[in-house]
C-alpha cells in the first residue's frame, strides 16, 4: 500500500510564492508518475503538473512559466514551487502517484490534500 502525504499549502498574497511537497511512503516501484492536480469548489480536479520518475514534464498551460515540479526519487518525494501565485490558483492541491508494473494493472493512489488560498 503507498500513502501519499501533502504539505506546504497555506494562505498567500497575489504574486506571491509557495512550495509544496509531496512524500510517499512504501513500494512506488521503479516505473512511476506522481502529479498534482487542484480543486477548486463547484470545479473538477485537474492535471497542474506531473512528472515521471525519469524527469519528464507536464504542465497545464494556466501554470506555464509559473510553476516547477521536481522530484527527488532517493526520498519518494516531489515539490511543485507555485510562483507568482493568482487568486485563480486557490484551489485544494493533491498529489497523485500513478505506479506502473508489467505483472498487474496500473496502480493510483491519492493524497488527502492541502488548501491553497491566493487573495487578492
Known amino acids: 500500500q503507498v500513502q501519499l502525504v501533502e504539505s506546504g499549502g497555506g494562505l498567500v498574497q497575489a504574486g506571491g510564492s509557495l512550495r509544496l511537497s509531496c512524500a510517499a511512503s512504501?513500494?512506488?516501484?521503479?516505473?512511476?508518475?506522481m502529479g498534482w492536480y487542484r480543486q477548486a469548489p463547484g470545479k473538477q480536479r485537474d492535471l497542474v503538473a506531473r512528472?515521471?520518475?525519469?524527469?519528464?514534464?507536464n504542465y497545464a498551460d494556466s501554470v506555464k512559466g509559473r510553476f516547477t515540479i521536481s522530484r527527488d526519487n532517493a526520498k519518494n518525494t516531489i515539490y511543485l514551487q507555485m510562483n507568482s501565485l493568482r487568486p485563480e490558483d486557490t484551489a485544494v492541491y493533491y498529489c497523485?502517484?500513478?505506479?506502473?508494473?508489467?505483472?498487474?494493472?496500473?496502480?493510483?493512489?491519492w493524497g488527502q490534500g492541502t488548501q491553497v488560498t491566493v487573495s487578492s
Open positions: 497523485k502517484a500513478e505506479i506502473y508494473s508489467p505483472a498487474w494493472p496500473m496502480s493510483v493512489y
Open positions: 512504501g513500494s512506488i516501484g521503479s516505473n512511476n508518475v
Open positions: 512528472i515521471h520518475i525519469g524527469g519528464s514534464t
